[in-house]
């Protein structure tokens, strides 16, 4: 038994770990760090962010919606000092406030899945400062070898306000650009995934004597057709 303890310990750490590397190198910073933020300013002027996320699957499994990912961290960074944080409920619900007029960084990420992140920029004009509430969904899958996933380097989405329509949403431009690179992504996982899939029912089945290795995507022999999914949702 204190081995068991000893290695979910373990396993914990090296996801600390994980997670510390990722945001010190996703989030570092050129020149001055960003000015602090006056708390009685953030209480009364800020924008509640209420997120969704879900555990992405393949589409024969999602039924009429994802399902929620329970226990998922969401650490929202100012600069590269963390500002908040919280864990998703097993509905997969999280919500924080940002103040206005700064720019943050909000990092998805749970053991054994795939981190994502985006970035929020709260300034408004002087004369629209107040409170408002912003809703986001973010999908996470499962980590997979020789699934290339340099494109979530980058922000997956930006959430900027909107002067015309007074309130947050998402830079549509950006999410254009971003969902290029990332329906590519997605071909690549599910064809990886079903590579994998078919090894593991070949080998229950007797057919081998154990589950093969994934294909590499970049391979040009290793070409799927037909649309990708699983890219980020747009909310307005």
């Known amino acids: 038994m204190k081995k068991r303890n000893n290695y979910y310990f373990l396993k914990g750490f090296l996801f600390s770990l994980f997670a510390l590397t990722f945001s010190s190198n996703s989030f570092a ?49 100012y600069g590269t000092t963390e500002y908040t944080t919280a864990l998703t409920t097993e509905k997969g619900k999280c919500s924080f406030k940002l103040p206005l007029n700064r720019t943050f960084k909000v990092l998805v990420s749970k053991y054994g899945y795939v981190p994502k992140f985006f970035e929020v920029n709260t300034k408004v004009p002087p004369q629209n400062l107040g409170t408002y509430t912003f ?8 980590e997979i070898k020789k699934l290339d996933v340099s494109v979530l380097k980058k922000p997956i989405a930006k959430v900027t306000f909107d002067v015309i329509y007074t309130r947050f949403q998402y830079d549509e431009s950006y999410t254009g650009r971003i969902n290029f690179d990332i329906k590519k992504m997605y071909k690549n996982y599910f064809l990886l995934q079903k590579q994998q899939s078919d090894s ?10 154990e589950p093969a290795k994934p294909a590499d995507p970049k391979d040009p022999k290793n070409k799927t057709t037909g649309p990708a999914k699983g890219t980020p949702t747009k909310k307005k």
């Open 29 to 77: 910073q050129e020149g001055k760090q960003p000015p602090p933020i006056d708390s009685a300013q953030a209480a009364t002027y800020y924008v509640e962010m209420k997120g969704t996320i879900n555990r992405f699957v393949p589409e024969a499994e999602q039924g009429e919606k994802l399902p929620p990912l329970g226990g998922a961290s969401v650490q929202v960074f």
């Open 200 to 209: 593991i029912a070949k080998f229950k089945s007797g057919g081998g004597s």
């Open 135 to 142: 809703n986001f969904d973010v999908d996470l899958f499962e």
